[in-house]
């Protein structure tokens, strides 16, 4: 079992930033993810990060502004985004497997056995 506790969303004008924490607790998970869902949409695909390696994949659309890293002490991975945009406004969920997925991105939301509650971030404009 990995239990999973996102923090740090919030409320932020275009333009600025947030970081986004996922605390990560029990088994030490393989790859861990994050993922954001807006209203109406299906849930997409953010980055996720190697557990071990540090190998990190991105959304094509999110790599130049979006940063996935990993603590490895604090048993915590990280979201830096910046260069916000309203249309970055979602719930963003952070994810955790224990075992690699199907493929090598592990960029589908079924490769993951594990999930946070979700934070709310808000990008207004």
């Known amino acids: 079992q990995v239990q999973l506790v996102e923090s740090g969303g919030g409320l932020v004008q275009a333009g600025g930033s947030l970081r986004l924490s996922c605390a990560a607790s029990?088994?030490?998970?393989?790859?861990m993810a994050w993922f954001r869902q807006a209203p109406g949409k299906e849930r997409e695909f953010v980055a996720r990060?190697?557990?071990?390696?540090?190998?990190?994949y991105y959304a094509d659309s999110l790599k130049s502004r979006f940063t996935i890293s990993r603590d490895n002490a604090r048993n915590t991975v990280y979201l830096q985004m910046n260069t916000l945009k309203p249309e970055d406004t979602a719930v963003y969920y952070c994810a955790a497997s224990r075992e690699p997925g199907f493929t090598i991105r592990m960029d589908g939301p079924n490769e993951y056995g594990y999930w946070g509650q979700g934070t709310q971030v808000t990008v207004s404009s």
């Open positions: 990060i190697n557990w071990s390696l540090g190998i990190t």
């Open positions: 029990g088994r030490t998970p393989y790859a």
